[in-house]
């Protein structure tokens, strides 16, 4: 079996990060005894890498290779921090696999990533993205079961944007069900519980679109999963700032809509919000900018009713706006 020197596995969502290292760490061990090839140091602020660079380089006894894991390394990325690892890298110990997790939404550091690369390693991350559909089939796949497609579909929603949870219920499905199961929505149905939230974009693409019953449908599900509702006024203000900051600014294309919101990267959302502000029209811009303001006050106590109920109005209004200018 050919084993890749070290395998880093990034990802934000801890369950998703821990599922895979797992997975990870039983293939590289194969038939032997774990017990005799997994090594996992304990990282501290004291000792920092040192441990882990120290186990990576210990030859292995009575087997022919050793795992060594280092969790939660995104703790120590600075420069100082990294630069035993770095060295350890660049010559690599052949009878050792180094299996680096790495947490969090922040960049893995080139010189590690470049190390990685150049030593022959691996990357793999655990975050879906907005590609969730493949991430569901992938892991489905690698669980051994088999997903009609309208199960997958409501698999999918079922998820909203909180993907950690996918590997229990695809273990209870396996353990149910068994290998190469093929599932149906009433085979799976019974096994989900409460659904997961939504990314905040559902909810403004809703508003956009005009749809009034979608936008509805997505507010409940975000404070349902516990998502505050002054998280969710901060979405569409972001969204509605954006909106009311290309009105009126001359900009021809979403290059230069970028470039008024001062987005790097992918110009995507300037796009949307480009198109927005046209097809609302400084009529339609001011008057969903009015609606946040007035809701903004209610949240703060203008009105005696509960907050959900401001929020449904809002959208609602706010998507009616939007249909009305369509």
Known sequence: MSRPPVILI?????????????????????????????????????????????????????????????????????????????DYLADPLPSTVLVLDWGGTGRVPKALADAITAAGGETISTDPGRDVGSFV???????????????????????????????????????????????????????????GGV??????????????????TTLTRMLRSGRHPMQVMATLHTH?????????????????AATVLGMKGSTFPAKKALAQSRRLGPKGVRESVRLLAKTDLELRGTVDWPVELSMEILVARLARAAKASR
């Open 240 to 256: 509605f700032q954006r909106i009311l900051r290309l009105d009126g600014a001359g900009v021809r294309n979403e290059k230069e």
């Open 199 to 216: 990314p905040p974009w559902d909810l403004t693409d809703a508003i956009d679109r005009g749809d009034i019953a979608a936008a509805i």
């Open 10 to 86: 990034k990802g934000a969502d801890d369950i998703l990060r821990s599922a895979r290292r797992t997975a990870v760490v039983a293939e590289q061990v194969g038939d032997a005894d774990a017990t005799l090839v997994v090594d996992e140091p304990t990282l501290d602020e004291d000792e920092r890498l040192r441990p882990l660079v120290d186990a990576a380089q210990t030859s292995p006894f009575f087997t022919d290779h050793r795992v060594v894991v280092g969790r939660s390394i995104e703790r120590f990325k600075a420069k100082d921090d990294l630069a035993g690892l770095l």
């Open 137 to 195: 089939d992938d892991a489905v796949a690698k669980a051994g079961l088999r997903l009609e497609r309208d199960a997958q579909r409501h698999v999918v929603d079922w998820l909203g944007d909180d993907p950690g949870k996918l590997p229990g219920i695809l273990a209870v499905l396996s353990s149910t069900y068994g290998d190469g199961a093929r599932l149906g929505i009433a085979d799976v149905e019974p096994f989900l519980g409460d659904a």
